[in-house]
């Protein structure tokens, strides 16, 4: 399928904190419960339309394991748009948020689009560990965009991927003829299917893949 754009993103956060349900609940519209933890990196992605453009989304979901630290690093790199999550329930996934904002701060171009996410925001408030105002506070704090979300549901999935998409959008529009500009940026712009295609995406020097599904979804 012809598209507009393709921007690579990446799923970033502790082990186990749902982010590899969201990319799936995005992409295929299903829950995977379950499901063996993620070694090195899955590969999702989704074809959306913003404002009348088609835009697809290569969506690495990253390990949080430590063991794989130095292997998800290499996916960091030409990174349009991140998705930092932690989980409602579980303290330490939110207090490890900053540690995470650091990793990708690094390594990837300092007008990427961050989106930090609160997952399982569908359990019971008892078992709520972190409030909805905690992290809208650390949002503002780092400049992040935020959502509460749940993959288990979908509340909020979409929103989360469509929102950041958008905001990568915008910024790269007033520049999207500035062909060493998109360079700089970490984006590269070469004819496709007689459009022009800005295509912010590097192959990984790493081919460690957890997929279950090799094909991408359209909407």
């Given at each position: 399928m012809s598209c507009d754009y393709i921007f690579k993103f990446i799923t970033v956060g502790d082990s186990a904190v749902g982010k590899s349900c969201l990319s799936y609940r995005f992409t295929d519209r299903i829950f995977p419960g379950g499901h063996d933890p993620t070694i090195g990196a899955g590969f999702f992605c989704r074809t959306i339309t913003i404002n009348r453009k088609k835009v697809k989304l290569h969506i690495w979901d990253t390990s949080g394991q430590e063991r794989f630290r130095s292997i998800t690093r290499s996916?960091?790199?030409a990174v349009s748009g991140a998705l930092l999550v932690y989980d409602i329930s579980r303290r330490e996934t939110f207090d490890n948020v900053v540690f995470w904002l650091k990793e990708v701060r690094q390594h990837v171009h300092p007008d990427t689009n961050i989106m930090l996410v609160g997952n399982k925001s569908d359990l019971d408030p008892h078992k709520?560990?972190?409030t909805t105002e905690e992290g809208s506070r650390l949002a503002g704090d780092h400049g992040l965009m935020f959502l509460e979300c749940s993959a288990r549901?979908?509340?909020?999935?979409?929103?989360?991927?469509?929102?950041?998409?958008?905001?990568?959008?915008?910024?790269?529009?007033?520049?999207?003829?500035?062909?060493?500009?998109?360079?700089h940026r970490g984006i590269r712009a070469f004819p496709f299917h007689g459009r022009r295609l800005a295509s912010i995406y590097v192959t990984p020097l790493i081919t460690t893949i957890n997929r279950k599904s090799s094909c991408c979804f359209s909407s």
């Open positions: 996916y960091y790199r709520r560990e972190v549901t979908g509340q909020n999935v979409e929103a989360a991927f469509v929102q950041t998409a958008k905001a990568v959008l915008e910024r790269i529009q007033p520049i999207e003829s500035d062909v060493e500009e998109l360079k």
